[in-house]
């Protein structure tokens, strides 16, 4: 099919969940492949992405790549997933009938936002607002990366990484409540992409609360410690779109160890 979309990760995935959760305000489907993140070192990293048994990685062993960012060992990624996708990552989304690769989570957000009926998820046809949009995406995948970092060294941290995601984590969210203080959504008076963006990722971020035992040994501090009395607009926004039905549906009880702790 033309329009089709699919995306192959490790499941669940957050940043997979931003194209899920567009195409359900968009009323589209997607398809979505993967397993949990432990097992992708067994799968065939391809638009035909599978499951591989003992034979078949004899067969493929030729294609291993050690893991880049976060995945220790070898991963099995074929040469046309590379073409489609330089950076090697997922999620790994492919486009239309050409499987274009279609790679970074929020320009897999963005993809789906176009092929969905849902205009105004992605500003509609006003370009400055779809380029404002871009702005906040930006923004927050600036922060993610930065996260990333601190969330794939929680086990050993290092007061380093601390400090500078701590320094991002008030940069992106200055910037998020600032301008919920001026509207009801990010980017506007709508539910855009840049609200499912920020929602999943920052959802991912307080994920260091799993380790805040990890993070006091080494005389730190959670770095989302005081989120709800230091940005309440945006604490207010992640739990009043993440209860919505076109989240919950996807997010599930992702957020409810959270919940249970702090509201
Ligand atoms: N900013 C990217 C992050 C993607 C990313 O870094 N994925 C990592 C896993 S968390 C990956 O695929 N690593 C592949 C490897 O280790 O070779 C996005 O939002 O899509």
């Not at 957000?109 to 607002?129: N, P």
């Not at 709800?228 to 599930?252: I, Q, R, W």
Request: charged fraction near 30%; proline fraction near 2%.
């Amino acid at each position: 099919m033309k329009d089709k979309v699919r995306i192959f990760s490790y499941l669940p995935n957050p940043r997979v969940w931003k194209s899920i959760i567009a195409a359900n305000y968009g009323g589209i489907e997607i398809e979505v492949i993967g397993d949990k993140p432990k097992n992708l070192t067994n799968w065939l990293w391809d638009y035909d992405a599978k499951l591989l048994t003992d034979s078949e990685k004899e067969n493929y062993k030729d294609l291993k790549k050690v893991g880049k960012r976060g995945f220790a060992g070898e991963l099995y990624k074929t040469n046309t997933f590379l073409e489609a996708h330089p950076f090697g990552t997922v999620p790994a989304a492919f486009g239309g009938e050409e499987k274009i690769g279609i790679f970074e989570s929020n320009s897999i957000l963005r993809e789906v936002a176009r092929l969905s009926g849902h205009k105004t998820l992605y500003g509609g046809d006003d370009i400055h607002i779809k380029s404002r949009i871009d702005s906040f995406l930006d923004a927050n995948l600036v922060f993610s990366r930065e996260f990333q970092v601190y969330i794939l060294e929680l086990e050993d941290l290092n007061k380093y990484t601390h400090s500078r995601t701590s320094s991002a984590y008030r940069f992106y969210l200055d910037g998020v409540e600032a301008s919920l203080s001026k509207n009801d959504y990010l980017a506007g008076d709508n539910l855009t992409i840049a609200d499912i963006s920020f929602v999943c990722e920052f959802s991912q971020f307080l994920r260091e609360g799993h380790y805040e035992s990890e993070i006091k040994k080494k005389d730190l501090d959670l770095i989302s410690k005081d989120f709800k009395d230091d940005y309440p607009l945006c604490f207010n926004h992640l739990f009043t779109l993440s209860a919505k039905e076109e989240f919950a549906s996807v997010m599930g009880t992702y957020l409810d160890w959270y919940k249970e702790k702090n509201i």
